[in-house]
């Protein structure tokens, strides 16, 4: 039982132009033809998702209970900012000023392939974090009991 959703790996560097529109690296670029969203996610970045993954990640919270308030505000986190659009002829698409401040980006960005996801962050927090995840990789991997690598 395998994962055959959208694939995305690998980190690229690319900019925000002057009208806050980034590039989407061309690897990256047929998964989106039929759009991307994309939204807050966790640890400070910006999640993306082609549109039939987001509508993977909305059926899964939607089957979660509304009467939790960790649902509620999960869902207010991931939906209230989200941003729905298809990449021009050039592989551009345009993020919200609300996003960019909610990760920091000014100009330059990370932009990392997470299995069914894009993440978009500050290169200065992307390198905090790589070298978090560097420094023990081993300790990482035994907190994943499910994991067998």
């Not at 960790?70 to 869902?75: A, C, K, Q, V």
């Amino acid at each position: 039982m395998g994962y055959n959703g959208a694939m995305f790996l690998g980190g690229f560097e690319h900019a925000i132009d002057d009208k806050g529109r980034l590039t989407v690296p061309a690897k990256f670029r047929e998964e989106l033809l039929s759009g991307i969203v994309i939204t807050r996610g966790l640890d400070g970045c910006l999640w993306a998702y082609t549109r039939s993954e987001w509508e993977v990640l909305v059926s899964k919270i939607a089957n979660l209970s509304a009467a939790s308030r960790p649902t509620r505000n999960f869902s207010r986190f991931i939906f209230s900012d989200a941003f729905d659009s298809i990449p021009d002829r050039q592989g551009r698409v345009f993020i919200p000023q609300e996003l960019r401040d909610y990760a920091n980006i000014k100009n330059e960005t990370v932009i990392i392939g997470v299995m069914n996801r894009i993440e978009i962050w500050d290169p200065a927090k992307w390198a905090e974090i790589v070298k978090e995840i560097e420094s023990d990789p081993e300790s990482m991997v035994s907190q994943l009991p499910d994991l067998e690598i």
